[in-house]
Each structure stands twice: as C-alpha cells, then as structure tokens.
C-alpha cells in the first residue's frame, strides 16, 4: 500500500513526459526497452500496477535488451559496471551487495573467481537478488547455478533481474516521494 507521499509521486511520475518517465525509472533496471515499454502503460494507478506493467514488459523483451540491463550491473563484491550506469543505480548496487561484500576478504577473492568461471562458460555477468545474501550464500548460488545449461541459466538470470528491478522500483518510489 501506497502512503499519500508515494501516490503523488507516482502521479507526478504519469504526468512526465514519455521520455522524462523512462529515464526516470532506467536506473531500477538498466534496460532502455523497460524504461520506455513501462513509461508507455502510464498512467499507474499504484505501485503493484508499477510492478506488474514492469514484469510483464520485462518478459517481453530479447536477449539483447536483456544483456543490456545485465552490464548495468557490477560483478558480485565489485563496484564498477561494465555499462553505464547512474550514480543511483551504482548506490542501489552497492546498497544490495553490503552483506556480500561484508563477507570478508577470503569471500569477497572467492566470489571473484566464481564470477570469472561462471563469465567463462555462460558469456554475461552472474546476476542474482544479493540483498541481505552473505557472501557464502551467494558463492552457493554460483556454484548450484554452474550446474544449469544455458538456456535454463539465462531463464533464471532473467527471474533476478525481475526481482532486483521490484526492489528497485519500490525504493525509487519512496525516494522520489521524498
């Protein structure tokens, strides 16, 4: 449920131009498509609307849009993207990643060899939901993960991304209603 602040921000938001609301919302996903497939469905009438119009656009994409929302992401325990990202989604990320990267040294080089094996064989970064997820958590995930062929990896890539852009969005809101 929505508080009054955060409905008048998200009628703001419908108001904006098409593209003043995607750029508004690309930090909360990094996929040009999204922005502008979820701007399009305006106006949202609540943050579950939000959610929704996001998945089903989400789902709806190719695998280049989809790639292109994976580089906007730094590698597990790193800072840095290999696309471009906002200064927003950089501070989301590093936000998400703290127990990670809390982990400890011996964790943090594991999660780096992880993540150079799994670029090995699947071609992209390894995405995965890491909020409040210790680094041996993740390191499991990598290593159960390893085991998917591609196809059903990318499947489960594009499940995270989903579930990293819902908790994305519902911060943007809450900070744009501030």
Known sequence: MLGRMESDALARWNA????????AILPCCGSRAWANGVAARRPLGSLDDLVRASGEVWRGLDGEDWDEAFASHPRIGERHAAGEVSAR??????????AAVQSGGSVVAELGEANRRYEERFGRIFL???SGRS???????????????????????VEEQRKITELRLQRWLQ???L
């Open 175 to 177: 900070e744009a209603a």
């Open 16 to 23: 904006w131009t098409p593209e003043a609301a995607a750029a």
């Open 128 to 130: 995965i939901c890491a």
């Open 89 to 98: 989604a950089s501070a989301w990320s590093a936000r998400e990643q703290g």
């Open 135 to 157: 680094g041996g958590e993740i390191l499991q995930q990598i290593e159960l993960r390893m085991g998917n062929d591609p196809e059903t990896e990318l499947a489960v890539a």
